[in-house]
C-alpha cells in the first residue's frame, strides 16, 4: 500500500484507550470514565421534547444544515455565553460535533509541524492527541491549586519564542486535575502575555458544575475578562451539562478565527447533527437547563463528597489528592518514586480500576499520579473501589 502520512506514522496507540478498554468490564468498580452518570442523563425531558415537536422541525431535524449551526440554537448559545458576560462583538459562534472538534478546528487552522502548543501538565488527553495530529510540538506547565504557574508560564513562553501558537487552558474543574483557577491567577495570566503573539484556546466543559452556588464568581470565562492582550478562542460543550451522545459543542471566536474554522469544519464533516442541534435548541429554549443542572451538581457533589471521605479513610501517608469545587475529578499524587502504572495492575487485579497520568503527560512520561472519575461510578460502590487502590498503594510501598 502508499506509505503513510508523517502524521499517521507518528500516532500512537494511547494508554487511555487500553485501560478504559479494560475498565469497561462489569466486574470492576470502574473510576476511570469521564462521563455523565447514566441514570442521570435526560431520558424523559428528551422525549418530552421531541413528542411536542412540530412535524415541520422534525423534517429540520433529518435534514443537512449549515456549517456553522442551526440558528435556533447559535441564537440560543450567543444567550447563553452573554450570560456569562462574554461580549459577543466581533465575535462569531460555530456549533461543532462536540468539543473536541473545536479543539481539533483551532490546531487545524494554527497549527503547522513544528508549532509549538503551551499546555497544562497535566492535560486533557483528547486536546493533547489533536495538536499531536497536526505534528505539533508540546511544552507542559505545571499546575497548583490556583492555575497554571506563572513563573513556569513565562520560563516556557520565553523558551519556545515565536514557535509557540497556542496556549491551551481548562480552567474550570480541570480535566484531570480537578481544580479551579483563581481570579487572581487569571488576571495574571492575561497580564503575562502583554506583547506575545499567540492566542489562548479556552476550554470549558465543565464550568457549570460548581458544588457550591457560592463558587460561581470563579466559573467567570477569561473570554469575559475585559483587555485581553491575546486573541481568546473559548470552546464549549454540551457533553456534560445535556448530553455526550447528542455530540455537540460550539467555538467562540474573532469573525477571522471563525471564519477560518468554519471552511476547515466543511471539509470534516459539512455540519454537525441537525436532528441534536434541534433538541438542544429546545432544551434551552424551554429553560430545561437550570433544573437539569440543580440535579446534577447535587449528584456530583454527593459522589465526590463520598470519594473524598473514603480517600481520607483509607489512603497510607505520603498520598495526597486536590479537593474539587466541582466538575467530575480528583487527581491523586503517589508516594515518591511509585508508578501508576504497577498500582493499576495491583488494583485491577482486585476489582477497581482508574487512569495513569502518564496518560495526561504532555512528554507522555511522568507516571505518579492517577485520575479519579467519581462522575459515573455508583455511589454505593465509590469507598469500596479507593479501598481496593488503596491496598494497591499500601502494598507496593510495603515491598
Known amino acids: 500500500m502508499p506509505s503513510l502520512s508523517s502524521s499517521a506514522q507518528g500516532m500512537r496507540s494511547s494508554e487511555i484507550r487500553r485501560l478504559m478498554k479494560l475498565a469497561a468490564d462489569p466486574s470492576i468498580i470502574s473510576f476511570a470514565g469521564g462521563v455523565p452518570a447514566m441514570a442521570l442523563l435526560p431520558v424523559e425531558t428528551v422525549d418530552e421534547i421531541y413528542k411536542g415537536l412540530p412535524d415541520q422541525l422534525k423534517r429540520i ?15 440560543e448559545i450567543k444567550k447563553y455565553m452573554e450570560a456569562k458576560g462574554v461580549s459577543l462583538d466581533n465575535q462569531e459562534l460555530i456549533v461543532t460535533a462536540g468539543g473536541q472538534q473545536a479543539i481539533n478546528l483551532m490546531a487545524k487552522v494554527f497549527l503547522n509541524p513544528g508549532d509549538v502548543v503551551v499546555t497544562e501538565s497535566p492535560s486533557f488527553i483528547g486536546a493533547l492527541a489533536a495538536f499531536k495530529s497536526y505534528e505539533a510540538q508540546l511544552a507542559g506547565v505545571e499546575l497548583d491549586e490556583d492555575g497554571i504557574i506563572i513563573s513556569q508560564l513565562l520560563e516556557t513562553l520565553d523558551r519556545v519564542g515565536s514557535k509557540a501558537k497556542i496556549l491551551y487552558l481548562t480552567p474550570f474543574f480541570h480535566n484531570p486535575a480537578g481544580i479551579i483557577y483563581s481570579i487572581n491567577r487569571k488576571r495574571e495570566l ?13 476550554d470549558d466543559p465543565y464550568g457549570e458544575l460548581y ?27 454540551f457533553a456534560k451539562i445535556f448530553s455526550p451522545g447528542m455530540r455537540l459543542g460550539w467555538l467562540l471566536a474573532s469573525s477571522e478565527i471563525a471564519d477560518k474554522c468554519q471552511l476547515a469544519k466543511q471539509s470534516m464533516d459539512a455540519c454537525s447533527s441537525s436532528f441534536a442541534q434541534v433538541l438542544a435548541a429546545q432544551f434551552l429554549s424551554q429553560n430545561k437547563l437550570s433544573g437539569y443542572l440543580e440535579k446534577l451538581r447535587t449528584a456530583y457533589a454527593r459522589r465526590a463528597g463520598i470519594m473524598l471521605d473514603s480517600l481520607k479513610k483509607y489512603m497510607p501517608e505520603g498520598v495526597s489528592w486536590t479537593t474539587p469545587k466541582g466538575g467530575f475529578y480528583i487527581w491523586v499524587t503517589l508516594p515518591k518514586n511509585m508508578d501508576a502504572t504497577t498500582v493499576f495492575n495491583e488494583a485491577f487485579a482486585n476489582g477497581a480500576a482508574f487512569v495513569v497520568g502518564s496518560a495526561f503527560d504532555p512528554q507522555g512520561t511522568k507516571n505518579d499520579c492517577l485520575r479519579l472519575a467519581f462522575s459515573s461510578t455508583p455511589e454505593e460502590k465509590i469507598e469500596e473501589g479507593i479501598r481496593i487502590i488503596a491496598d494497591a498503594v499500601k502494598k507496593l510501598a510495603a515491598e
Do not use: H, W
Request: aromatic share 8%; hydrophobic share 40%.
Open 61 to 75: 431535524a433529518m435534514q443537512y444544515g449549515a456549517t456553522d449551526g442551526f440558528p435556533p440554537l447559535i441564537a
Open 190 to 202: 492575561l497580564d503575562c502575555l502583554k506583547g506575545r503573539d499567540i492566542c489562548i484556546l479556552e
Open 211 to 237: 458544588f457550591d452556588s457560592s463558587d460561581k464568581g470563579l466559573t467567570v470565562p477569561l473570554k469575559a475578562m475585559e483587555n485581553s492582550p491575546v486573541p481568546i478562542c473559548y470552546a464549549g460543550s
